[in-house]
């Protein structure tokens, strides 16, 4: 009411009480928010809730990583400043047991320090780490190569020179002064000498050799130190010649910093006439200065900070080509980094190079960086500082799960690269990035490749641009200015094999190719965000961008070869997405993605296994119609076709983010790459909580995480909806008699109390699984095990989620209220043994032996099968097996051993013998009976196999 911003002083660290008083009654306070920052302004429903409790900060390092010419110093602290700190430097997780940090340590060689904080009565802090290069200062060892980046940036480490030539009484000599990139050099002796002309013969010198890969202008810029008005200035020449635009830089103060300024008032410049080996010089005006560091750019407006850029690769670069396709079995050259605690397993078999361990896909294994994957990745040495090249491959998937194998391209260090990957499990290829440790998506669809299927990828880099052809077609492109150089690498997170690797010279002519929006994609709303990447780009260029022939707004350049532009649908549908590159008006070059949505749900599913749908075993229901999505497992392939279903021109996409063996705890950790890696998702399903029953989460922790995941996926603007956990059915000592009454499921209700009645807020309701699966009957036959449904328990799954999603109620065909009498008239079987499922060639028949499966006729395509025992052969009783089958008419399909001398009387009287049969795998085969039209309760006999001379049971089969 003073008309001031509310504003609290707070004098002391640590626990303080803030209040809250009542002034007029009949006020309602939701929420209460403090920022240090006074442009800060909540939004929604505000940040997520702070987490409550004590918790040590997480260590800060002192640098925060970077590169070192031959030492840096490192100090780490943390909050508050009595906690412990442990530390490791062989990239190994901190504990306990680790080095205790007793104050400043100096790293003479690269390492990834990773360290946490320890005190009594506060939770141990979250760990921090850093990676440091550290490189010899021993002189020359290659030339500096140019970036081709944006300002094609060289930066140059003073005390890393090529030559270092005294003259005239004075020297150049390393030194170490507080705030310098690693060491530093210093004009000696400082007795007030000034050299101000004739400086090339008579002045100490430093050479620095660069391999420039673009001529012209160059602005310069000097890192040092200028004690005083007396040594506070040097001179910069190109090809031991003096440069009168470089000469007498300064303004250089007594703490480290960049200056580009020269005595006569103008900006310092050289300029390179020849591509190729230049030398660079630098020559004392004044002695006493220290010159710490050197940087060269193109770019006119870029000012170097702090210390500057990340000094340049330097060595001689490897000859292109450079082929690889194993014949000689040979792999050494290639460098194997596994990330996860699971050794890898490279060799080569025929003639391919493949890595064949299991290496996990769970948090437990250290197969996940959050939610972003884990594995291991083979780097071909010699190509190490590469920039502009041609990369291809041929990659292939050998596991039948299919999890997950791609190719690395600018690698520098295992924090940073670019990695384009497919998962044929997950059903995803991804294209991503990772920059000093952070990941960035910068591409994504639903079309993973199948298991054994040869891809062969081609990936052009020049400079940030790339593109990338999967069989010749183009595919994914990008930019990415922080990785304009590195190195090929080949990745593997299951079986994988690789051949005919290949690096060449770009090619040089002109491309253009569409970035950030594959085919297969969905954007929900009407208005699209187009971009395209150019190679080459002929003097006078065009960019063009259409949908369905309908041009978009005018391009606009934003990055050098980076073309950005707005696209409209005017109605929700299926689009070709076009780009066309013009020179002078005429095309010379297009791509085209012609399944681009709008209009449409792009949908992300965030869970543990049973959401990532590790026994949805039945793959004929994983490829959905129109191809939007190409997937090992999951329900989400089904959940697509039925959102699809009411209006098949409107294109719908859902993406499996599950992750095996989550909880609570873990999808909070993991949430926030979740949103970030389905940034164009606008709701996110959730399904969370049989991981923490197992593990005895309580219900109040329960219920704050999941609120904090609740809040994220708001915040992001995005509909989160939250489905109930599904029961448990047994425990390793079998299936549980009674399992409404079990204490994981008295836990399991808890959880689901909090869902569905108000104790949980922010959120839409989803299906409620428990109340499907155990409420309404014990469905435990749509389960595979006592935790996973089955592939027809994933089917429901998707019609669940699908009707909680648009309000409808139907449910597909399948058999319920199953019951087995193993006498005349006895109580049916309890625990329930049967299963039901879908079934295809190479499925068991039975619950109890090892009968597979070979050749299932098309007629029974879909069919919904009763998986019964076959030691259960011989019951004669004429209620053996009852179900339901609902109002609507199905055909009713039962295979009778084909060896046997005759059928059961109840058979023979209700069905047709038809010429189709089952071929079986260590079985009898089984004759198919058929009857038409069922409907309501079905009631049938036992196979009497000891009468009839059959020698196993029969199958049912349901067939809507």
Same mark, same amino acid.
């Given at each position: 009411?003073?008309?001031?911003?509310?504003?609290?002083?707070?004098?002391?660290?640590?626990?303080?009480?803030?209040?809250?008083?009542?002034?007029?009654?009949?006020?309602?306070?939701?929420?209460?928010?403090?920022? +240090?920052?006074?442009?800060?302004?909540?939004?929604?429903?505000?940040?997520?809730?702070?987490?409550?409790?004590?918790?040590?900060?997480?260590?800060?390092?002192?640098?925060?990583?970077?590169?070192?010419?031959?030492?840096?110093?490192?100090?780490?602290?943390?909050?508050?400043?009595?906690?412990?700190?442990?530390?490791?430097?062989?990239?190994?997780?901190?504990?306990?047991?680790?080095?205790?940090?007793?104050?400043?340590?100096?790293?003479?060689?690269?390492?990834?320090?990773?360290?946490?904080?320890?005190?009594?009565?506060?939770?141990?802090?979250?760990?921090?780490?850093?990676?440091?290069?550290?490189?010899?200062?021993?002189?020359?060892?290659?030339?500096?190569?140019?970036?081709?980046?944006?300002?094609?940036?060289? =930066?140059?480490?003073?005390?890393?020179?090529?030559?270092?030539?005294?003259?005239?009484?004075?020297?150049?000599?390393?030194?170490?002064?507080?705030?310098?990139?690693?060491?530093?050099?210093?004009?000696?002796?400082?007795?007030?000498?000034?050299?101000?002309?004739?400086?090339?013969?008579?002045?100490?010198?430093? #050479?620095?050799?660069?391999?420039?890969?673009?001529?012209?202008?160059?602005? /310069?810029?000097?890192?040092?130190?200028?004690?005083?008005?007396?040594?506070?200035?040097?001179?910069?020449?190109?090809?031991?010649?003096?440069? $009168?635009?470089?000469?007498?830089?300064? !303004?250089?103060?007594?703490?480290?910093?960049?200056?580009?300024?020269?005595?006569?008032?103008?900006?310092?410049?050289?300029?390179?006439?020849?591509?190729?080996?230049?030398?660079?010089?630098?020559?004392?005006?004044?002695?006493?200065?220290?010159? #710490?560091?050197?940087?060269?750019?193109?770019?006119?407006?870029?000012?170097?900070?702090? =210390?500057?850029?990340?000094?340049?690769?330097?060595?001689?670069? @490897?000859?292109?080509?450079?082929?690889?396709?194993?014949?000689?079995?040979?792999?050494?050259?290639?460098?194997?980094?596994?990330?996860?605690?699971?050794?890898?397993?490279?060799?080569?078999?025929?003639?391919?190079?493949?890595?064949?361990?299991?290496?996990?896909?769970? *948090?437990?294994?250290?197969?996940?960086?959050?939610?972003?994957?884990?594995?291991?990745?083979?780097?071909?040495?010699?190509?190490?500082?590469?920039?502009?090249?041609?990369?291809?491959?041929?990659?292939?998937?050998?596991?039948?799960?299919?999890?997950?194998?791609?190719?690395?391209?600018?690698?520098?260090?295992?924090?940073?690269?670019?990695?384009?990957?497919?998962?044929?499990?997950?059903?995803?290829?991804?294209?991503?990035? !990772?920059?000093?440790?952070?990941?960035?998506?910068?591409?994504?669809?639903?079309? %993973?490749? @199948? +298991?054994?299927?040869?891809?062969?990828?081609?990936?052009?880099?020049?400079?940030?641009?790339?593109?990338?052809?999967?069989?010749?077609?183009?595919?994914?492109?990008?930019?990415?200015?922080?990785?304009?150089?590195?190195?090929?690498?080949?990745?593997?997170?299951?079986?994988? $094999?690789?051949?005919?690797?290949?690096?060449?010279? *770009?090619?040089?002519?002109?491309?253009? $190719?569409?970035?950030?929006?594959?085919?297969?994609?969905?954007?929900?709303?009407?208005?699209?965000?187009?971009?395209?990447?150019?190679?080459?780009?002929?003097?006078?260029?065009?960019?063009?961008?259409?949908?369905?022939?309908?041009?978009?707004?005018?391009?606009?350049?934003?990055? @050098?070869?980076?073309?950005?532009?707005?696209?409209?649908?005017?109605?929700?549908?299926?689009?070709?997405?076009?780009?066309?590159?013009?020179?002078?008006?005429?095309?010379?070059?297009?791509?085209?993605?012609?399944?681009?949505?709008?209009?449409?749900?792009?949908?992300?599913?965030?869970?543990?296994?049973?959401?990532?749908?590790?026994?949805?075993?039945?793959?004929?229901?994983?490829?959905?119609?129109?191809?939007?999505?190409?997937?090992?497992? %999951?329900?989400?392939?089904?959940?697509?076709?039925?959102?699809?279903?009411?209006?098949?021109?409107? @294109?719908?996409?859902?993406?499996?983010?599950?992750?095996?063996?989550?909880?609570?705890?873990?999808?909070?950790?993991?949430?926030?790459?979740?949103?970030?890696?389905?940034?164009?998702?606008?709701?996110?399903?959730?399904?969370?909580?049989?991981?923490?029953?197992?593990?005895?989460?309580?219900?109040?922790?329960?219920?704050?995480?999941?609120?904090?995941?609740?809040?994220?996926?708001?915040?992001?603007?995005?509909?989160?909806?939250?489905?109930?956990?599904? *029961?448990?059915?047994?425990?390793?000592?079998?299936?549980?008699?009674?399992?409404?009454?079990?204490?994981?499921?008295?836990?399991?209700?808890?959880?689901?109390?909090?869902?569905?009645?108000?104790?949980?807020?922010?959120?839409?309701?989803?299906?409620?699984?428990?109340?499907?699966?155990?409420?309404?009957?014990?469905?435990?036959?749509?389960?595979?095990?006592?935790?996973?449904?089955?592939?027809?328990?994933?089917?429901?799954?998707?019609?669940?989620?699908?009707?909680?999603?648009?309000?409808?109620?139907?449910?597909?065909?399948?058999?319920?209220?199953?019951?087995?009498?193993?006498?005349?008239?006895?109580?049916?079987?309890?625990?329930?043994?049967? !299963?039901?499922?879908?079934?295809?060639?190479?499925?068991?028949?039975?619950?109890?032996?090892?009968?597979?499966?070979?050749?299932?006729? *098309?007629?029974?395509?879909?069919?919904?099968?009763?998986?019964?025992?076959?030691?259960?052969?011989?019951?004669?009783?004429?209620?053996?097996?009852?179900?339901?089958?609902?109002?609507?008419?199905?055909?009713?399909?039962?295979?009778?051993?084909?060896?046997?001398?005759?059928?059961?009387?109840?058979?023979?009287?209700?069905?047709?013998?038809?010429?189709? /049969?089952?071929?079986?795998?260590?079985?009898?085969?089984?004759?198919?009976?058929?009857?038409?039209?069922?409907?309501?309760?079905?009631?049938?006999?036992?196979?009497?196999?000891?009468?009839?001379?059959?020698?196993?049971?029969?199958? /049912?089969?349901?067939?809507?």
């Amino acid at each position: 009411m003073d008309g001031v911003v509310a504003t609290i002083n707070v004098t002391s660290l640590g626990l303080n009480t803030i209040n809250v008083w009542m002034r007029e009654d009949g006020f309602v306070f939701d929420k209460l928010v403090l920022s +240090t920052d006074a442009t800060f302004t909540p939004t929604g429903s505000g940040p997520s809730e702070s987490p409550r409790g004590l918790t040590v900060g997480t260590p800060v390092f002192t640098p925060n990583g970077g590169s070192y010419v031959e030492s840096v110093g490192v100090a780490i602290s943390t909050e508050p400043a009595a906690a412990s700190i442990y530390y490791t430097l062989d990239g190994s997780p901190p504990t306990t047991s680790s080095i205790p940090y007793s104050g400043a340590f100096t790293l003479t060689s690269s390492a990834t320090v990773r360290a946490i904080g320890v005190l009594d009565g506060y939770a141990s802090s979250q760990e921090a780490s850093a990676d440091f290069v550290v490189t010899p200062s021993s002189g020359g060892s290659g030339p500096y190569q140019q970036g081709s980046g944006p300002g094609n940036v060289v =930066s140059i480490e003073a005390e890393r020179f090529d030559v270092n030539q005294a003259a005239g009484g004075h020297s150049w000599v390393e030194v170490f002064p507080n705030g310098v990139s690693g060491s530093a050099m210093a004009a000696t002796p400082n007795n007030g000498t000034n050299v101000n002309s004739g400086y090339v013969t008579s002045s100490p010198r430093l #050479d620095f050799e660069v391999n420039f890969a673009k001529t012209g202008i160059h602005f /310069v810029w000097i890192r040092g130190i200028g004690a005083s008005g007396f040594d506070d200035s040097v001179h910069v020449g190109l090809n031991n010649s003096a440069v $009168a635009s470089a000469d007498r830089i300064t !303004k250089f103060s007594p703490s480290p910093g960049w200056s580009g300024q020269t005595m006569d008032g103008v900006v310092a410049t050289i300029n390179v006439t020849s591509l190729g080996l230049n030398t660079i010089n630098v020559w004392m005006r004044e002695d006493g200065f220290v010159f #710490d560091k050197l940087v060269l750019s193109t770019d006119a407006t870029f000012t170097p900070t702090g =210390s500057g850029p990340s000094e340049s690769l330097k060595g001689d670069l @490897p000859q292109l080509p450079i082929g690889e396709n194993f014949s000689d079995g040979d792999i050494s050259g290639w460098s194997i980094t596994d990330e996860t605690s699971i050794a890898s397993q490279w060799t080569v078999v025929d003639g391919e190079m493949q890595q064949t361990a299991t290496l996990g896909s769970t *948090p437990i294994t250290g197969g996940l960086d959050g939610i972003y994957h884990n594995g291991s990745f083979a780097f071909l040495e010699k190509t190490t500082g590469l920039q502009d090249y041609r990369f291809s491959a041929d990659i292939r998937l050998l596991s039948e799960i299919g999890e997950e194998c791609g190719l690395m391209w600018r690698y520098r260090n295992s924090e940073n690269y670019l990695r384009l990957s497919f998962s044929f499990r997950d059903g995803f290829a991804l294209l991503q990035a !990772k920059a000093n440790g952070a990941w960035e998506t910068l591409a994504m669809n639903g079309r %993973g490749v @199948p +298991t054994g299927t040869t891809t062969s990828i081609s990936i052009e880099t020049i400079g940030a641009i790339f593109q990338i052809d999967l069989d010749g077609q183009k595919f994914f492109s990008g930019h990415m200015a922080e990785l304009d150089s590195g190195g090929i690498a080949l990745y593997a997170r299951r079986a994988c $094999a690789f051949d005919n690797v290949m690096i060449t010279t *770009p090619t040089r002519s002109p491309s253009i $190719a569409i970035s950030g929006r594959p085919g297969y994609s969905v954007e929900a709303g009407l208005e699209m965000s187009v971009a395209a990447t150019v190679f080459n780009e002929p003097r006078d260029a065009g960019v063009d961008f259409d949908l369905n022939g309908s041009p978009c707004s005018p391009a606009v350049q934003t990055e @050098p070869g980076y073309y950005s532009a707005t696209c409209i649908a005017f109605q929700p549908g299926v689009y070709a997405l076009s780009v066309d590159l013009k020179d002078s008006g005429i095309s010379v070059d297009s791509d085209e993605r012609d399944a681009v949505g709008a209009g449409g749900r792009n949908i992300a599913t965030a869970g543990d296994s049973i959401t990532n749908g590790s026994t949805d075993l039945y793959q004929t229901d994983n490829l959905s119609l129109g191809g939007w999505r190409i997937a090992r497992w %999951g329900y989400q392939s089904n959940l697509i076709d039925l959102v699809n279903e009411n209006d098949p021109s409107v @294109p719908h996409i859902v993406f499996n983010a599950g992750v095996p063996g989550d909880r609570v705890a873990g999808m909070r950790s993991r949430i926030g790459g979740v949103l970030e890696q389905h940034a164009a998702a606008e709701e996110v399903l959730v399904l969370i909580g049989t991981n923490d029953a197992l593990a005895g989460t309580g219900s109040a922790s329960y219920r704050q995480e999941l609120q904090t995941i609740v809040n994220a996926i708001n915040a992001a603007e995005k509909t989160p909806w939250v489905a109930t956990v599904p *029961p448990v059915f047994g425990d390793g000592a079998g299936l549980f008699a009674d399992p409404e009454n079990a204490q994981i499921n008295t836990l399991v209700k808890a959880y689901n109390g909090i869902i569905q009645n108000g104790q949980l807020s922010g959120h839409q309701p989803g299906p409620d699984l428990y109340d499907f699966f155990l409420y309404q009957e014990n469905r435990v036959y749509l389960f595979a095990d006592t935790i996973h449904p089955n592939a027809l328990g994933h089917m429901l799954l998707a019609h669940l989620w699908r009707n909680s999603l648009t309000g409808l109620t139907d449910l597909p065909v399948f058999a319920s209220n199953i019951k087995v009498r193993l006498t005349a008239g006895d109580f049916p079987q309890t625990p329930l043994r049967y !299963k039901q499922n879908l079934l295809e060639s190479g499925d068991g028949l039975y619950i109890d032996s090892q009968a597979l499966l070979v050749n299932v006729p *098309p007629s029974l395509s879909g069919g919904r099968w009763i998986v019964s025992a076959n030691g259960d052969r011989n019951r004669s009783n004429s209620d053996y097996l009852s179900f339901y089958i609902g109002a609507t008419p199905v055909t009713l399909f039962i295979g009778y051993d084909d060896s046997a001398g005759s059928e059961p009387a109840w058979l023979q009287t209700d069905f047709v013998k038809t010429n189709e /049969v089952i071929t079986v795998s260590g079985s009898s085969d089984l004759r198919l009976y058929r009857k038409n039209s069922v409907t309501g309760t079905v009631v049938l006999g036992g196979a009497n196999a000891e009468i009839t001379g059959a020698q196993s049971n029969y199958a /049912v089969i349901i067939v809507p």
